[in-house]
């Protein structure tokens, strides 16, 4: 067998046992391939601790980033896991090797009255009333529900029929989890569904197969792709005067979060909205309004003003 066929059963493996998304599948394959190219003479299956972290020093010298070294190790971990398990090799030659230490860097998010700014944007923005209302849709439910930009823009129009006050969503591993709907997620949820079922309908009409997805395309994978929501993201907080550089579909996640906390939700709620499987992801929030407060005491309490 080739490193090749070697990585291919490894990912068959993943998608069949742990339900890997796509995305992560495409990852593991890049970073794997990648430190095979470079063992060169040595195959993937017999490297040797000593060669791994020579491989993640490389990976350092060309001035990668943490957060890419660590993933590119937890592929090359997970794959050596595989290959004891499959009896490939008798050892694990990175159980050993620790990660390089990831900065804790708080998620970037927005302040109310800029996601505000951002969903008038959307009700404005389009070439056509069908463009307006998906637009307006996409934004109200990425907002409302705190989804990833891959579960939102996958949704099967299936979950979205009868007016539900719940979007069931399936997330990361195949995990599934209910989430509430605003009143004006709802609304445009219901605008959107009618102008979009015309348009399929006519498709449909003219010998096309009907779509499954909330929001359809002639692409390849059938949906709105990721690519062209974080254009559209973008373009959307130049129109509403936002710096487009705070502004991505992940920021619109942090903004849900946030401000739910703020409000004074549950973290273990929060972590169940945001599908997190650790609670500790999901405390990363609790900084962010730490932060938020020491701000407000240095800028405004009489007694932290620098004495002149």
Known sequence: MSDASDIAT?????AAELDAATNTQLAYARDLQHFADWLDDTRLTQAQR???EDYLVHCDAQGLSVATRARRLSA????FRFAVEEGWRDDHP????????RARRLPKTLEVDEVERLLDAARRTGR?????LRNTC????????GMRVSELVGLPVSAARGDPRMLLIRGKGGRERMVPLSEPARAALSAWLSVRDTADADAVAKGAKASVFLFPSRGKSGHLTRHRFYVLIKELAVTAGVDPAKVTPHTLRHAFATHLLAGGA???AIQTLLGHADVATTEIYTHI?????????LDHHPLAAPKG
Not at 10 to 14: E, R, S, T
Not at 94 to 101: L, M, N, S, W
């Open 76 to 79: 090359i971990k997970q794959f």
């Open 266 to 268: 549950d973290l273990m």
């Open 10 to 14: 490894f990912l068959d493996a993943q």
């Open 289 to 297: 309004l730490d932060a938020r407060l020491q701000e407000l005491v």
């Open 138 to 145: 996409l934004t109200e439910l990425l907002y409302a529900t």
């Open 50 to 52: 000593g060669q791994i």
């Open 128 to 132: 056509s009333t069908a463009d307006r």
């Open 94 to 101: 990175a159980i050993q090797i620790k990660g390089p230490g």
